[in-house]
């Protein structure tokens, strides 16, 4: 099995900051690419940013400057850190794993549970 997990949501003011964690856990063998993608009510789920092993990255152009996507190969872990949020950045945020497991020869997507993430005065 596998498991991937996300931590660090809550309540901010704007202009605060956050940092999301995610850590995958399980029978795996390789991740390639990590992300995080947000789904704020009444939209559709979009990417926020991703990461892959050599860590090459890519964010939305709403984030750009603002956040910063990284990854610990070693831990399974991926981390989003949030700075200058505004209120249009509240959603519920989710992680999103390439994952290939001990067991099997393809890669599959895996995705968290989510965490809100409320930007409010």
């Known amino acids: 099995q596998v498991h991937v997990a996300e931590s660090g949501g809550g309540l901010v003011q704007p202009g605060g900051s956050l940092r999301l964690s995610c850590a995958a856990s399980?029978?795996?063998?390789?991740?390639?690419?990590m992300g995080w993608y947000r789904q704020a009510p009444g939209l559709q789920r979009e990417l926020v940013a991703s990461?892959?092993?050599?860590?090459?990255?890519n964010y939305a152009d709403s984030v750009k400057g603002r956040f910063t996507i990284s990854r610990d190969n070693a831990k399974n872990t991926v981390h989003l850190q949030m700075n200058s949020l505004k209120p249009e950045d509240t959603a519920v945020y989710s992680c999103?794993?390439?994952?290939?497991?001990?067991?099997?020869?393809?890669?599959?997507?895996?995705w968290g549970q989510g965490t809100q993430v409320t930007v409010s005065s």
């Open positions: 990461i892959t092993p050599d860590g090459t990255t």
């Open positions: 999103n794993a390439d994952i290939k497991r001990s067991d099997s020869n393809f890669f599959r997507n895996y």
């Open positions: 399980g029978n795996i063998f390789s991740i390639n690419a």
